[in-house]
């Protein structure tokens, strides 16, 4: 019985999650802010590594205005959940995480830069600590030369699971806001302290961006 509701959940939770998605950015009313250059290394077929924090998540599909991205996602139930979602909005999945199948991950990363697709990673991800950057973005951006982009969402009217990353749910008929980062830039001659350094910076923008975006409806 267990194996047969496991087999429901993981083929039939996803399109489900995929027709949520969809419905709420429909009804959603959208506004990018900072989102230019971002676009304009794009445009110009450039490649980046776009970083958010894994609460943020669930519109991340629209905040990439680029052709194709790969999403490192953990090897747990969850992360096959994700990977199967987002499949729907054309973007491939590579399976690792900071507990289990890192290398594997940072592999198939690196082997989604060498194919031409841009890479995306939640910094705290897959368990936390919440909003706490790990090294793995750093790591990835040292070893391709590729920008870091930090982006982060926030919606007008939404739910807050009391989940370890407080997960956004946004309601439909909301209004969301996208805002961008400057690039964090990590040379690939970085050793440990300028590795640290890029760490902070990332982890220090993407709360700032997570502040300004919960703050951007208020009043």
């Known amino acids: 019985m267990k194996k047969h509701l496991d087999y429901l959940v993981i083929n039939a939770a996803p399109c489900l999650a995929y027709w949520i998605i969809r419905f709420i950015s429909f009804t959603m009313r959208k506004q990018y802010v900072n989102f230019e250059g971002y676009r304009a290394k794009l445009d110009r077929g450039e490649k980046i590594i776009l970083a958010f924090w894994h609460g943020r998540l669930l519109m991340m599909p629209y905040s990439y205005p680029g052709k194709s991205i790969t999403i490192l996602v953990s090897q747990s139930k969850d992360g096959e959940l994700i990977a199967r979602t987002v499949k ?53 951006a040292r070893a391709t030369g590729l920008p870091i982009i930090p982006v982060s969402f926030n919606a007008s009217r939404k739910k807050i699971f009391r989940s370890w990353d407080s997960f956004i749910l946004p ?49």
Not at 99 to 114: A, E, H, N, Y
Not at 115 to 125: H, M
Not at 188 to 215: F, H, I
């Open 88 to 140: 729907g909005f054309g973007i491939e999945s590579v399976r690792g995480s900071s507990t289990r199948g890192w290398i594997s991950g940072i592999k198939g990363l690196l082997r989604s830069v060498q194919a031409g697709r841009d890479v995306a990673i939640t910094p705290d991800g897959p368990k936390g600590p919440k909003e706490k950057a790990q090294m793995g973005a750093v790591q990835i």
């Open 171 to 219: 309601y439909p008929f909301s209004k969301g806001v996208f805002i961008c980062g400057e690039p964090v830039l990590v040379d690939a001659k970085s050793g440990p302290v300028e590795m640290e350094a890029a760490r902070l910076k990332l982890e220090y923008t993407l709360n700032r961006l997570s502040r300004e975006a919960d703050g951007y409806f208020a009043g």
